[in-house]
């Protein structure tokens, strides 16, 4: 089994850097727009995505989500 790339520890900055497919799911689908913010280099996903109210069920799925997007990348 694959170890996944993004955890909900994994900060924002990283995946924005790391995996650029991800930043639109973000921004779009779960109303990252925090993702130029100076937070971003501090802040997690789960601490982000938290702050703008998602449950831990939802980052869950938003983990899951990030990961099969970002399968195919290095």
Request: glycine share 4%.
């Amino acid at each position: 089994m694959a170890k996944n790339k993004i955890t909900k520890k994994t900060l924002i900055l990283e995946v924005v850097e790391r995996y650029p497919k991800a930043v639109d799911v973000l921004v779009e689908k779960y109303n990252f727009h925090c993702i130029g913010c100076s937070l971003a280099e501090m802040e997690n996903l789960e601490e982000g995505a938290s702050a703008h109210g998602m449950s831990k069920k939802e980052i869950e799925e938003m983990v899951v989500e990030l990961n099969k997007i970002v399968a195919d990348e290095p």
